[in-house]
């Protein structure tokens, strides 16, 4: 806001600064994009916390009911998300978009639902090799557990490889 008042008052000043307006301005511009890049501003992209993780083996689901564990992590800016639960722990409060993509293996039918704490969001449905996809912007608070879980329908399988995935990101 400060920088935003200074550009404005420089440019408006008349003739004598008009001819140090594109330095001033290239330089205010400069500064910005460095307080950004370090970090100085809240929210520089450093900041966001954000995560990408599939599945590396195809896997039948013998217990319904369970939380899918994403076992490789493609991007997992401030550790947010952790391969030995599956559960995305939300560090601060925000609005996020989070997705998920659910590839059923074979001929065989694949039911999942997104979770945040003990709420189901939206569900994900596959068969015969087709996917189901789930994307959701959300309104979540600090501590908020956000997974994917198998819902109660049992002999499913998921097709791993890559083909099935989980992210999430802070948008504001």
Same mark, same amino acid.
């Given at each position: 806001? /400060? %920088?935003? *008042?200074?550009?404005?008052? !420089?440019?408006?000043c008349?003739? +004598?600064?008009?001819? #140090?307006?594109?330095?001033?301005?290239?330089?205010?511009?400069?500064?910005?994009?460095?307080?950004?890049?370090?970090?100085?501003f809240?929210?520089?992209?450093?900041?966001?916390?954000?995560?990408?993780?599939?599945?590396?083996?195809?896997?039948?689901?013998?217990?319904?009911?369970?939380?899918?564990?994403?076992?490789?992590?493609?991007?997992?800016?401030?550790?947010?998300?952790?391969?030995?639960?599956? /559960? %995305?722990? *939300?560090?601060?409060?925000? !609005?996020?978009?989070?997705?998920? +993509?659910?590839?059923? #293996?074979?001929?065989?039918?694949?039911?999942?639902?997104?979770?945040?704490?003990?709420?189901?969001?939206?569900?994900?449905?596959?068969?015969?090799?087709?996917?189901?996809t789930?994307?959701?912007?959300?309104?979540?608070?600090?501590?908020?557990?956000?997974?994917?879980?198998?819902?109660?329908?049992?002999?499913?399988?998921?097709?791993?490889r890559?083909?099935?995935?989980?992210?999430?990101?802070?948008?504001?």
């Open positions: 806001m /400060i %920088f935003g *008042v200074l550009l404005a008052s !420089l440019i408006c008349g003739t +004598t600064v008009q001819c #140090y307006k594109h330095e001033i301005v290239e330089d205010l511009l400069n500064i910005i994009f460095k307080l950004k890049k370090s970090d100085g809240q929210g520089g992209r450093t900041s966001i916390p954000a995560f990408t993780a599939t599945l590396s083996k195809d896997f039948s689901v013998a217990v319904t009911n369970k939380i899918i564990v994403f076992d490789t992590v493609k991007t997992n800016i401030g550790g947010h998300y952790s391969s030995k639960t599956g /559960i %995305f722990t *939300v560090p601060r409060n925000g !609005l996020y978009m989070i997705s998920s +993509t659910m590839r059923s #293996y074979g001929s065989k039918h694949l039911h999942c639902e997104l979770w945040v704490n003990s709420d189901i969001i939206e569900k994900l449905f596959g068969g015969n090799y087709s996917q189901g789930a994307n959701a912007v959300l309104q979540l608070k600090r501590g908020d557990r956000v997974f994917i879980k198998k819902d109660n329908h049992g002999g499913e399988s998921i097709l791993g890559d083909w099935s995935m989980f992210s999430g990101y802070l948008i504001a």
